[in-house]
């Protein structure tokens, strides 16, 4: 049974930076080279929306409002997914989820982990 388990989510004021992990637990190695990995996030009253996403050797994709301040980067080796955020705002206050979609287009979601920048 494959499941993404996040962490590093948290408080931290403006300016601030923050490293989520999500582990894709369960999954053999040859499977997640295969693997695109997300991050989306979801404020209250809000959609979910992409926030970066990286396949195996390819280039990363970040949405507009965090481009040059979040970096996505994976670890085949851990089989695991990171999002680099830094020069946090008010803004970027949400649950952030991990997600996977492999070669057969299977697409699995982390539980969320929440990221709120106050102060």
């Known amino acids: 049974q494959v499941q993404l388990v996040e962490s590093g989510g948290g408080l931290v004021q403006p300016g601030g930076s923050l490293r989520l992990s999500c582990k894709a637990s369960?999954?053999?190695?040859?499977?997640?080279?295969?693997?695109?990995m997300a991050w989306y996030r979801q404020a209250p009253g809000n959609q979910r929306e992409l926030v970066a996403e990286?396949?195996?050797?390819?280039?990363?994709n970040y949405a507009e409002s965090v481009r040059g301040r979040f970096t996505i980067s994976r670890d085949a080796s851990r089989k695991t997914a990171y999002l680099q955020m830094n020069n946090l705002k008010p803004e970027d206050t949400a649950v952030y989820y991990c997600?996977?979609?492999?070669?057969?287009?299977?697409?699995?979601w982390g539980q969320g982990t929440q990221v709120t920048v106050s102060g």
């Open positions: 997600q996977s979609t492999d070669a057969s287009r299977s697409t699995r």
């Open positions: 369960g999954m053999i190695t040859s499977v997640f080279w295969g693997t695109t």
């Open positions: 990286l396949a195996h050797g390819g280039t990363p």
